[in-house]
Every structure is written in structure tokens, then in C-alpha cells.
């Protein structure tokens, strides 16, 4: 059974920092391309940031400079971090994990930006 596991969310100030991580297990985690999507309430889900299973990373233009994704094959984890927080960066995080034609999804956490 597959199962990404999202943490780290929560409500943090504008400015402000966060580190989110997904724990995968249930797939070989290291040769599968890893996902940040995020959805915020009437909006399309959008990718934030992207790695791939050799390491290329990819971003959302306005997350560019601000958010870093990483990995960690040995846990099987993959994590965003996330500064210089703005109030549009609001909405629910998600993890994503593809390899060929299968995908998988976590459940989400939520991360709002307010004063």
C-alpha cells in the first residue's frame, strides 16, 4: 500500500518560514519523481516544485528564489522549504510521487500566511 505522508504545515506570518516533508513508503522511493502541488480554495491545483529521481528541480516562477525542494532516499523523504512567505502563498500542500504511467498523491497539509 502506497502512502505519502505529509507534515509541517501550518499558520505562520508573512515573512515567516516553513519545512515541509513527505515520508513515502509503499514505493521505491528513490527512482520515482517527486512533487509539491499546491490548491487554494477556488483555484486550479498548481505545481509549486519539482525533483526528479536524479536530483533536477523545477519551480513556479512566483516560488523561485523563496522555496527549495529537496530529497532524502535513505528515508525515503522529500521536503520543501519554504521562506519569505506571502499571504498568496496560502492554500493546501500536497505530495505528489510519478514514475512512468503511476502517480500517487498525499492527503495534504495546510499552510496559511496571515499576521
Known amino acids: 500500500q502506497v502512502q505519502l505522508v505529509e507534515s509541517g504545515g501550518g499558520l505562520v506570518q508573512p515573512g515567516g518560514s516553513l519545512r515541509l516533508s513527505c515520508a513515502a513508503s509503499?514505493?521505491?522511493?528513490?527512482?520515482?519523481?517527486m512533487g509539491w502541488y499546491r490548491q487554494a480554495p477556488g483555484k486550479q491545483r498548481e505545481l509549486v516544485a519539482a525533483i526528479t529521481s536524479g536530483g533536477n528541480t523545477n519551480y513556479l516562477d512566483s516560488a523561485k528564489g523563496r522555496f527549495t525542494v529537496s530529497r532524502d532516499n535513505a528515508k525515503n523523504t522529500v521536503y520543501l522549504q519554504m521562506n519569505s512567505l506571502k499571504p498568496e502563498d496560502t492554500a493546501v500542500y500536497y505530495c505528489?510521487?510519478?514514475?512512468?504511467?503511476?502517480?500517487?498523491w498525499g492527503q495534504g497539509t495546510q499552510v496559511t500566511v496571515s499576521s
Open positions: 505528489h510521487a510519478a514514475r512512468d504511467w503511476f502517480d500517487y
Open positions: 509503499g514505493i521505491i522511493f528513490s527512482i520515482h519523481h
